[in-house]
């Protein structure tokens, strides 16, 4: 059975840091990639970084030279680490695992940036 937790959310000053964690269990061999996707309050949800089994990145745009997503692969952990962060960057965060052509997903972290 498949797993996904996230961690790390919490309350940050504008221009402050936050790094996300986002564990995987039951998945041994099998991922194809993982990626981090958020959702504002009142909007859609929307991707924001993704990462291959490979390690190739992709990011939204808004989020470049900002976030960097990075895998652990001995701990099947990936990471988001979050800098430069603006009151935009308000929302609840998910961690999507693909795994064997299935997404799986996290319960979710909520991020909070204040002024």
């Known amino acids: 059975q498949v797993h996904v937790v996230e961690s790390g959310g919490g309350l940050a000053q504008a221009g402050g840091s936050l790094r996300l964690s986002c564990t995987a269990s039951?998945?041994?061999?099998?991922?194809?990639?993982t990626g981090w996707y958020r959702q504002p309050p009142g909007k859609e949800r929307e991707v924001v970084a993704l990462?291959?089994?490979?390690?190739?990145?992709n990011y939204k745009d808004s989020v470049k030279g900002r976030f960097t997503i990075s895998a652990d692969n001995p701990k099947n952990t990936v990471y988001l680490q979050m800098d430069s962060l603006n009151v935009e960057d308000t929302a609840t965060y998910l961690c999507?695992?693909?795994?064997?052509?299935?997404?799986?997903w996290g319960q979710g972290t909520q991020v909070t940036v204040s002024e």
């Open positions: 999507g695992v693909l795994f064997r052509g299935n997404m799986y």
């Open positions: 039951g998945t041994i061999g099998g991922v194809t990639g």
């Open positions: 990462i291959t089994d490979g390690g190739t990145t």
